[in-house]
């Protein structure tokens, strides 16, 4: 049975500004709970259903987790989920930056930034598809949506647990790294430009995806070294699609890099 | 201003019942309310801000169509958004089955068949991929969350006003264009089978894509010509996101279908 002080604590981080406060944030659900217990995030505690507890004993013993049993009806006062799951972690935040560049402070691979990215779906969704491509780090404006926001880590289906996402400054990130010895490719993702299709793509570099609405702002259009666009096909008299969700643009284009080295 | 029937009515629709009853849908937004005044659709009636009244004056003439001026405030009572914009349309469901056959019946093209796909956004983004790359129509089973759901017809973007989607039993229909003269390649999304790489992909069929959890049915993968999955990048100690988002998958592989063709 939960403590008073336990319900509202965890309640409290369903808020950006109790999550800063106690730099720990919220996960739900079997899957994305096991898959951070089994990462570097270090889990502060976990409510769960006498039966997931009973089903999970070994895996929480290992990690000499503390673990709290939620009776039934209790886990719908903590839960961020509409329909609530059997098990919530309460985990600590950390930094990851170290993870995203070698020792000499220079990227490593080929990484996305993301310039306001609004939706907490869209940002989920980007992690889990930078995780499947095999993306280094993912870079995020100040204004993009917090990556600890409830709907952000349950979008991300676990990747979150693996894929390095790093707050910062994008300007001064691309001014650095386009500036620096190891020169690096900057691929915005605009609505014209050079298709995709019609270049030679590299395995380094950054790709930057724009806002939903706005596209990339023009402050960091400047940093971009080449335009690159997803085609649409065909046409029809009623017109056509103006343009592709922003998640779904960033998998089309991190297939795209991909494609020839599978 | 807006009578007590009219509030009801339009309110009613939020709800799948009602839009059954009525043969009606809501559609919100200037974009979308725009683009279904421009397509086969017709509006039963408009309701909007005395500003988006006066700057579509013209339009909403010329298309002869009821116009009701809704006063400050109003629109949150009719609204299924959470943040309501200055317009609202009532719309006639129409069918729409001609539009993806031919006059013998058969086929067109290349389409997309949806087992059980129960997202809202996925299914309205889905919609709106289908648009960008051509897709001749969108067959949904029974179980997929209905086409004129408000949050479905929102993530359409304004294509729904373009694809033909149908809802039907797609074991008849795959049996039918499988067995017909016109054999009809079917490919189907697994996270196994032939990359989608590695090999001739045609410009028409029919690409089957699975519930967001369980996959393809396996009444349906009897019908499957061709299973194709799309190959993740490199690896890690920490592992690999499991699978990709429904909609995202559909967006990689009609890229590639589109890709040789643009």
């Not at 903590?78 to 309460?90: D, F, G, H």
């Not at 979150?160 to 707050?167: E, G, Y």
């Not at 096909?233 to 017109?239: I, L, N, P, Q, V």
Request: charged letters at 20%.
């Amino acid at each position: 049975m939960l403590s008073q002080n336990q319900v509202k604590h965890i309640s409290a981080l369903r808020l950006k500004k109790f999550r800063e406060e106690f730099n720990q944030f919220i996960a739900e659900g079997h899957k994305l709970v096991t898959e951070l217990m089994n990462s570097p995030f270090a889990i502060a505690g976990i409510y769960a259903s006498s039966e997931w507890i009973m089903a999970n004993l070994s895996l929480v013993r290992e990690k000499n987790i503390p673990v709290f049993e939620t009776l039934p009806g209790e886990m719908e006062r903590i839960t961020a989920l509409a329909t609530p799951s059997p098990v919530l972690a309460v985990v600590e935040i950390r930094p990851v930056y170290d993870q995203a560049v070698d020792s000499n402070g220079s990227l490593k691979g080929l990484n996305l930034a993301l310039d306001d990215i609004r939706d907490p779906g869209n940002m989920g969704t980007i992690i889990r598809i930078a995780d499947w491509f095999g993306i280094r780090a993912v870079f995020c404006s100040g204004s993009c949506v917090e990556l600890f926001n409830p709907k952000v880590v349950q979008a991300t289906m676990g990747s979150i647990a693996r894929v390095p996402v790093i707050s910062c400054n994008l300007a001064e990130l691309l001014a650095l790294k386009t500036g620096s010895q190891d020169d690096y490719p900057v691929y915005g993702a605009f609505l014209e430009g050079d298709s995709l299709y019609a270049q030679t793509l590299t395995d380094r570099g950054i790709i930057l995806i724009g806002n939903e609405s706005r596209g990339i702002t023009p402050e960091l259009e400047r940093f971009v070294t080449r335009k690159i666009y997803i085609p649409s096909f065909g046409s029809s008299a009623a017109g056509k699609a103006e343009s592709l969700n922003a998640s779904v643009a960033t998998a089309i284009i991190c297939a795209e890099f991909r494609r020839n080295k599978f």
